[in-house]
């Protein structure tokens, strides 16, 4: 079954720096998403994006934060500036065709960043 | 805005018994869909089980149901015969349509304990 694939598993990185967390979305899917889950709490969404463009984007995802589909198949989302709240868990999503199909999205199983 | 509400932090069920988890919502929307995500301890986001809004039959996947009743804006899953596999994180979460790039709307997770 085709998957989302999330590198790096787990990065730890000092406040202030900069991180760039990796998706491989599923090849034939169109839609592409990040979600930031903060450890023991719910899963907010962060950004849509959609022919190169950000579709939406949440109050969370403020300047600090970017996405970038430098070729045809990463999908990135960079923060610029960590700072220790940004340490949470960073799911990718990806979906056919607005979420036709079987079902609306495929996650990637995660990056969990710490922001020490 | 769409919210979503999980009154329920956390359950916990002896094994082969069933359980239930609650879920309400709020929407204008009157075409919409409605899922049950599992996060075991790996934090991998796992489909449940969805539901259509227009569709008035309840979904049901092997041991997992759910009982959605649209007038009180409410979407419970109900689990059979629980396995100790079945201890995880649940989330119920709302997606408006499957039109364009969606977001997932979550609530705030139930924390389901199956004990041997």
């Known amino acids: 079954e085709p998957e989302v694939t999330q590198t790096p598993s787990h990065q730890v990185t000092q406040m202030g720096q900069e991180v760039i967390l990796r998706c491989v979305p599923i090849?034939?899917?169109?839609?592409f998403y990040w979600y930031r889950q903060i450890l023991g709490q719910k899963v907010e969404f962060l950004v849509s994006?959609?022919?190169?463009?950000?579709?939406?984007k949440s109050e969370i995802f403020d300047d600090q934060f970017s996405v970038e589909r430098p070729d045809g198949s990463n999908f990135t989302l960079k923060i610029r500036s960590t700072k220790l709240e940004d340490s949470a868990m960073y799911f990718c999503?990806?979906?056919?065709?607005?979420?036709?199909?079987?079902?609306?999205?495929?996650f990637g199983s995660g990056t969990r960043l710490t922001v020490v | 805005a769409q919210t979503v509400t999980q009154s329920q932090p956390e359950m916990s069920v002896q094994e082969a018994e069933t359980v239930t988890l609650s879920c309400t919502y709020d929407?204008?929307?009157?075409?919409?869909?409605l899922f049950w995500y599992k996060q075991p301890p790996s934090r991998q986001m796992i489909l449940v089980i969805r539901?259509?809004?227009?569709?008035?039959q309840n979904a049901t996947e092997n041991r997992f149901s759910v009982n959605f009743q649209k007038a009180a804006k409410s979407f419970s899953l109900k689990i059979s015969d629980s396995q100790l596999g079945d201890t995880a994180m649940y989330f119920c979460?709302?997606?408006?349509?499957?039109?364009?790039?969606?977001?997932?709307?979550f609530g705030q997770g139930t924390r389901l304990t199956i004990n041997p």
């Open positions: 999503a990806s979906s056919e065709l607005g979420g036709r199909g079987t079902y609306g999205y495929t």
């Open positions: 090849s034939n899917h169109l839609y």
């Open positions: 994006f959609y022919n190169n463009e950000i579709s939406e």
């Open positions: 929407t204008s929307e009157s075409n919409y869909y």
């Open positions: 539901q259509e809004a227009y569709k008035q």
């Open positions: 979460a709302f997606m408006k349509s499957f039109q364009g790039a969606q977001k997932l709307v």
